[in-house]
T-cell receptor, first 114, second 114 residues
Framework: DVKVTQSSRYLVKRTGEKVFLECVQD?????MFWYRQDPGLGLRLIYF???????EKGDIPEGYSVSREKKERFSLILESASTNQTSMYLC?????????????FGPGTRLTVL | AQSVAQPEDQVNVAEGNPLTVKCTYS??????LFWYVQYPNRGLQFLLK????DNLVKGSYGFEAEFNKSQTSFHLKKPSALVSDSALYFC????????????WGAGTKLIIKP
């Protein structure tokens, strides 16, 4: 099975801080995703990357940026954290070019911005 | 616009009884359909999917789902609920013409009472 790890389970930051959320997958999958999960809203896609150094905006990219320098690592960056970015952040990985289409998720990072 | 609806925020079922978690979708063309489960304080886990073929799909932990094209539904079912099935369930859909993006429902909290 694919294993997806995220650097922190819980994170508390202050407004205006720069925040890095790291995600690493161990199965050489091309596609990686960052979502945020909020009650009643399901999962909303922030950014995704279909290969190294490739990225595309999802539904809610404002206030976020991403970096994918290596295939196994996909980083989410909050340039200047704000309280409305308090949320659960989920990273996922998926193999491309297959019919299985299954996304494999990390355990999530619960970020609180004070 | 493409969308996924999970009409119930919460479903309560007695242990041993059958359970159903509802999902309807609005996607152009023929979709790929998924169910994911999130246990407390954990990331999302893949449960089952419909790609093509038999409308009844069997997945992990005794769950199954039926694809109904005329009703644009993909309800999740289990014949006999366990207390350990208590979790948050998400339905997701992908348009076959889309390479990457899943459209997610808001989630349904399933509570199984002993």
């Amino acid at each position: 099975d694919v294993k997806v790890t995220q650097s922190s389970r819980y994170l508390v930051k202050r407004t205006g801080e720069k925040v890095f959320l790291e995600c690493v997958q161990d199965m050489d999958h091309e596609n990686m995703f960052w979502y945020r999960q909020d009650p009643g809203l399901g999962l909303r896609l922030i950014y995704f990357s279909y290969d190294v150094k490739m990225k595309e905006k999802g539904d809610i990219p404002e206030g976020y940026s991403v970096s994918r320098e290596k295939k196994e690592r996909f980083s989410l960056i909050l340039e200047s954290a704000s309280t409305n970015q308090t949320s659960m952040y989920l990273c996922a990985a998926r193999a491309s070019g297959t019919r299985t289409d299954t996304q494999y998720f990390g355990p999530g990072t619960r970020l609180t911005v004070l | 616009a493409q969308s996924v609806a999970q009409p119930e925020d919460q479903v309560n079922v007695a242990e041993g009884n059958p359970l159903t978690v509802k999902c309807t979708y609005s996607v152009s063309g023929n979709p790929y359909l998924f169910w994911y489960v999130q246990y407390p304080n954990r990331g999302l886990q893949f449960l089952l999917k419909y790609i093509t073929g038999d409308n009844l799909v069997k997945g992990s932990y005794g769950f199954e789902a039926e694809f109904n094209k005329s009703q644009t539904s993909f309800h999740l079912k289990k014949p006999s609920a366990l207390v350990s099935d208590s979790a948050l369930y998400f339905c997701a859909v992908r348009d076959r013409d889309s390479n990457y993006q899943l459209i997610w429902g808001a989630g349904t909290k399933l509570i199984i009472k002993p």
